[in-house]
Every structure is written in C-alpha cells, then in structure tokens.
C-alpha cells in the first residue's frame, strides 16, 4: 500500500466542531442528558410557581445550575483550548503507512503502532483516531479525500486488526 501523507493546520472551526462532536459521539453530551435537562428546568419552575420557594426546589435548582454550568462549559471549552495552545496552530503533518503513523510538527517527530489504537470512527467532521475513551487524534474531513479514507481504513485495519472502525457520517451504511 501507497503511504498517505496529510498535511494541514488546524483551523479554530476544525477544533472546536472536531471537540465538540467528539463530545457527542462518545456520549459525554447526549440528547438524553439535553432533554433531560430541559424537563428538570421545566419541573422547576412548575414546583417554585405551585410550592414557592422550598428547601427541595432550591437543592433542584442548584442542581440545575450546576449542571447548566458544565454543559456550558464542554461547549466553551475547546475554544478556550484552541486560543490558549500554540502547538494546534502549528502545522501538523501526518504519514499513514501500513506498519503505523508518523507525526511531525515543528518541535517533534512520532511515530506510533496501529495496535496503540482501538477504534477508528470516519465522520463527517474528520477521521477520529481514538487510543482510548478520552485520548484521539483527529484529522479534518478538508484535509482527506474519500479515496485516503479508505485508504487509511485499509491500513488501520490490516496493521490492527482487532482495531473497531465505524462510519458515522450521514448516510452511510445505506
């Protein structure tokens, strides 16, 4: 297999839609918890407008702030990170050959195994390298072409083949 080189720098947008969607797509923000939220607001007000203002009501409505404060704060936060890390300004140059991947960047080199992998989700947003729960490695979609999708399926696969790949850009699997 040919090696596919990507070459890029992160733009602010591709940082905080790539963050932000990771969010999503490994359920630390779900519809769940943003419907949720919005019924235990609404029950709020509901108990201060019949009950008044309860030992109950205030515990639920800190709660509730509490809770609107952390989500507010996952939405802000790669912003934050993005303006605050000189490193994601930096031009990112990736190599993706069958035997691993390596990284260089103005200040270091890396290179990695496919097996420091576990899971490979190719999303409308860009290619998410995950190591674990917390740890990835994103590529922007502008960055790849549908042929270096596959491409880097291929390799990933073929290097780690215990490694989980999954598509979760719009229509696919149809």
Request: include cysteine.
């Amino acid at each position: 297999m040919e090696p596919i080189t990507v070459d890029f720098t992160y733009t602010r947008e591709d940082y905080v839609q790539a963050v932000r969607r990771f969010l999503r797509l490994n359920k630390t923000i779900s519809r769940f918890s943003q419907v949720f939220l919005c019924i235990a607001l609404l029950a709020d007000v509901v108990f201060i407008g019949l009950f008044g203002f309860t030992a109950e009501n205030m515990i639920l409505t800190v709660l509730i702030a509490c809770s609107l404060l952390m989500m507010a704060a996952l939405h802000f936060q790669p912003e934050w990170t993005y303006n605050r890390n000189p490193r994601l300004h930096a031009p990112q140059h990736y190599e993706f050959r069958p035997e691993g991947i390596t990284l260089k960047t103005a200040t270091a080199t890396s290179q990695v195994q496919w097996d420091l992998f576990q899971r490979i989700w190719d999303d409308a947003v860009g290619v998410y390298l995950l190591q674990n729960k917390k740890s990835y490695v994103v590529i922007p979609a502008r960055c790849l072409t549908e042929q270096q999708r596959a491409g880097l399926k291929a390799m990933a696969l073929a290097g780690n083949p215990a490694l989980q790949y999954k598509d979760t850009r719009p229509g696919a699997g149809k």
